[in-house]
């Protein structure tokens, strides 16, 4: 794989110069850009749930690569590197192309990304404002859920911000291993923003989000296959843990997913690099768990947060998490519950670069092994040439 990363970086490279050098006679195109993003962290103990493990180790790095392909399509690559079971995994996250501008406020995109559902899912974990995504998306969305589909967005000609639009995706980043056998595409989205601006201090954003999930997730019924667990115990948990170290699917899904979303900004006359205060708020409820749930049976999840730039180089936040899961154990559900708490402490002397300290706690913890009373996060980040834009 270091090899495939090398030559990728190289053609991609090539590709660039020889779309942007221009000629004498032709005019200058515009430029292909590339990026690199290090995230390092050291933690004193993993939360539950959580995406960071104890000790030092590397986050969600990424190597990114941008710009035209021809007149009327952008091309986007991004690989990414990261501890994972105290192994380092890679890969290429992104490869997608997407129209930069059709008619009437349309944009199509096609390949591997993000999905757009909720507030963080798009944006790439290191640009968040705290170590660890809230228990929503560590639980539903397996921290950051990318997948390979179509995109279609309609900005409409509103007098405010107004974002119609619709994804389809295979599925199999969300839900691995699957109990049924669907054909059709795995997972369906939709998802609408408004925003705009209140005077000259204040803006504001509302997202609501929907996923069909086609992909049940399989549970072994233990009575059933009991006797077959323990013939091929050896090879059944070798081939579990080499396949567990490379999945980063939902531990918690459903058929249906509702999400609502709600950001609110204020800085003194708009200047927020000075002064900025920032309140988010998610909440998240899943249902038709699998064949074996009733009605009533669902998961919940909320978080919301406060970040503070008090400084141009520094800010403060707070954030509080809330999780309520039915776990399935074969034909039956056992209720799990989890809150967790964050406080943090950023400095960033430049757009590009962030220390950041952190210190979260777990309680009232429900059918979840070893929850953290006290996780200190220390983590800095730094960004190279071109990244894309943050989420609002």
Known sequence: MKHVLTLSALLLACTAHAQTAPTPNTPKREAWQFGAVLDLTHSTRALALGQREQGLQLGHSDLTASGPLGPWLRGHVGAVLATHDGKLEKG???????????????????????SQIGQLNQQHPHAD????????????????WNDDGLRLNLTLPTPIYWMVG??????????????????????????????????????????????????EASVELEDEHHEEHEDHEDHDAHEHDEHAGHSHAALFTGRKTWMVDATWKWAPNGNNREQQLRISFEAARTTGLNRYANAGQRHE???????????????????????????????????????EHSLMLAWKPSHMQAVRLQVSRQRDAVEFENPSKRS?????????????????
């Open 376 to 392: 200190v996060f220390l983590q800095y980040v730094i960004a190279f040439g071109a990244h894309g834009a943050h989420a609002f």
């Open 301 to 339: 999840a909320n978080a919301i947060a406060a970040v503070w730039r008090f400084n141009p180089s520094w800010e403060v936040g707070a954030r509080s998490d809330w999780l309520r899961v039915n776990q399935p154990h074969g034909d039956h559900f056992h209720k799990g519950l989890l809150r």
């Open 166 to 215: 619709a994804e389809a995706f295979r599925g199999r980043k969300l839900v691995d291993e699957m109990a049924n056998r669907e054909r059709k595409p795995g997972a369906l989205t939709l998802v609408t923003k408004l925003g705009g601006d209140i005077g000259r201090s204040h803006s504001w954003q509302l997202g609501l989000s929907y996923l069909n999930n086609r992909r």
């Open 129 to 144: 404002d705290f170590s660890e995504r809230p228990l929503l998306y560590r639980a539903f969305f397996g921290g950051h």
């Open 92 to 114: 290429f996250e992104e490869v997608y192309a997407e129209t930069p501008a059709l008619p009437a406020g349309l944009q199509l995109r096609a390949g591997r990304f993000a």
